[in-house]
């Protein structure tokens, strides 16, 4: 499948890849017909997904069935009137029926917006009317049920709701619908056949900083993700591939279905109700997982159990993504799996920016190197490019020249917005970063999460690599928090490990650690506790949330 899209498919070395990774993208390219279906034509048992679920459930499908499957769905779809350009949204969490109804979506050229089941019915309103949203499809939840039905009447453009399983009053079900439907479904076409440009994919952006904006991804978005999954994730043909990831979040689309499919992987999903590391170690012995991929936060909770204990030798690659994974975290992996997780580095509105590639050794705290399909430089204060080790923010630029296979193509319904961003032929992400003499990039901090304290920028990741290296912290924020005579001090919001509690003692045995492992200018001089960090739907540490509660506490006081 990867000779159809890629001239090439081995490289000697990093450099080549660089110079010589290119997608050849086809004309109207839609990755339900040629992708999924076309594997079911060429190879038809090759396994798409192995599912289970908390309560003991299995199912396996292959890439026939999916074809099938999505066919059936897809007629029925057709029946309640949605067609090219209409919008659905779907609320899943890890239900094996995303997987149908995306393919039987992308298909039919309706747009798919993936959505989280921590939305409330405020959240839906405003993406109902902002996207036109037409159908809700959710899983049989009480809480996710309640506030789509809350959402109804603030929501006019909302024709039909519907259960993927499970029956209610006032719900169509999405399987009694299915079984009465063909699995022969003809490719559209005249106005209603779908072109690359067309936009097939929506992500609601986390809004920590205003309303949520929708990154529209065009249909030739998936190619993108060729990279993300072959040459970052290194997954393998018919071989089982798990990234954690809740349907509703970006990561789903980096880890779960595009690049992993065109590929010819097998994407494993286990659909844990509730992340429980014992359980999550226990499936990765079981099934004999080959790559893996899961957020920081999920090493960090693994790395409090026993490790040890399991059998996880059948894995040949692991990666990460969604927040810097601090070195302590990778080193104590490495010396129970005797492999370095592979660092990846993006956003929702793109494909994976920057990775450590199986060319080169990773280094433990860096994301790695560029990707081929992105420009990318890091551009500093003067607007010029950064010199190595010179702290710049991560830019893609060369738009205007060619447009990357991957990057979004805006924001929906606002062309003011989409001018602001890329506009000017550059897309500048606002995270900084800087370059070390052998290339590897190494994040500092969002540009608004950098700390300006008595003359010294502080960058928050370095400060939690230091703290995390403590054996009482499992997870830390490092923020800028207001002072009168310095202007900012450097904050932590800490979650303590197991056995350790809150005190004075304790404070100053982590700032005296800070000030050992990094420079002493950089301890946090105020240290809170917590059970646990605000963090965005997609899971994300908000620390412009921390920001501005103390902001709001100093200005009460």
């Known amino acids: 499948m990867l000779e159809k899209y890629l001239p090439r498919i081995e490289f000697d070395s990093y450099e080549d890849f660089k110079k010589n990774y290119t997608v050849n993208v086809p004309d109207d390219f839609n990755f339900g017909w040629d992708i999924v279906d076309g594997w079911a034509k060429e190879k038809p048992s090759n396994r798409a997904l192995v599912w289970c679920d908390d309560d003991g459930e299995e199912r396996t499908f292959t890439f026939e069935d999916i074809s099938r499957l999505s066919n059936k769905a897809a007629n029925y779809f057709k029946k309640l009137g949605l067609k090219k350009g209409s919008v659905v949204m779907m609320i899943l969490r890890r239900r094996y029926e995303y997987w149908i109804c995306a393919t039987a979506l992308i298909k039919l050229g309706v747009i798919i917006i993936p959505g989280t089941l921590q939305l409330t019915t405020h959240d839906l309103v405003y993406r109902a009317n902002a996207a036109g949203i037409e159908m809700f499809i959710a899983l049989d939840d009480d809480f996710v049920v309640a506030q789509i039905e809350g959402a109804l009447p603030e929501s006019p453009t909302v024709k039909n709701i519907m259960l993927a399983n499970g029956h209610r009053e006032g719900w169509l079900n999405l399987h009694d619908g299915m079984d009465q439907e063909s699995d022969v479904l003809e490719r559209p076409s005249g106005d209603q056949a779908t072109h690359n440009s067309d936009i097939m994919q929506l992500y609601f952006t986390s809004g920590t900083t205003g309303m ?113 994974l601090n070195p302590e975290v990778v080193n104590r992996w490495r010396d129970f799996t005797g492999h370095t997780i592979a660092e990846g580095f993006g956003q929702s509105e793109g494909t994976v920016l920057a990775a450590n590639f199986p060319w080169f050794e990773p280094k433990a705290g860096s994301m790695g190197k560029p990707s081929p399909i992105y420009d990318l430089k890091l551009i500093n204060s003067e607007g010029k490019e950064a010199e190595d080790g010179e702290e710049g923010e991560i830019t893609i630029c060369g738009l205007y020249k060619n447009y990357p296979v991957g990057l979004f193509v805006g924001y929906y319904k606002s062309p003011e917005l989409t001018k602001e961003a890329i506009g000017s032929g550059a897309y500048n992400l606002k995270d900084v970063a800087w370059r070390d003499s052998d290339g590897h990039l190494w994040f500092v901090g969002r540009h608004d999460d950098v700390i300006k304290c008595s003359g010294y920028r502080i960058g928050p990741f370095e400060v939690e690599s230091a703290l995390i290296t403590h054996p009482a912290v499992i997870e830390c924020a490092i923020t800028a928090a207001p002072d009168p005579v310095r202007g900012q001090v450097v904050k932590a919001t800490v979650v303590l490990a197991k056995g350790y509690e809150p005190s004075d003692e304790l404070t100053k045995e982590l700032q005296n650690h800070v000030k050992k492992n990094t420079a002493p200018y950089k301890y946090p001089r105020i240290v809170e506790y917590v059970s646990e960090l605000p963090k965005t739907l997609g899971g994300k540490i908000k620390r412009a949330q921390i920001r501005n509660k103390d902001a709001g506490a100093q200005t009460k006081a």
Not at 213 to 218: A, L
Not at 240 to 264: C, T
């Open 212 to 324: 949520p904006k929708m990154v529209s991804h065009n249909y030739i978005h998936p190619l993108g993700h060729i990279v993300t999954a072959k040459y970052w994730q290194c997954v393998q043909e018919n071989k089982l591939h798990m990234s954690v990831s809740d349907s509703g979040w970006a990561k789903f689309g980096w880890g779960k279905i595009y690049g992993q499919w065109i590929a010819g992987a097998t994407v494993f999903c286990y659909d844990m109700k509730k992340f429980i590391p014992v359980n999550l170690l226990q499936k990765i012995q079981d099934y004999k997982l080959t790559t893996f991929c899961a957020p920081p936060t999920m090493y960090r909770f693994m790395l409090q159990e026993d490790v040890g204990a399991y059998d996880l030798s059948s894995v040949e690659r692991w990666c990460t993504a969604g927040e810097p």
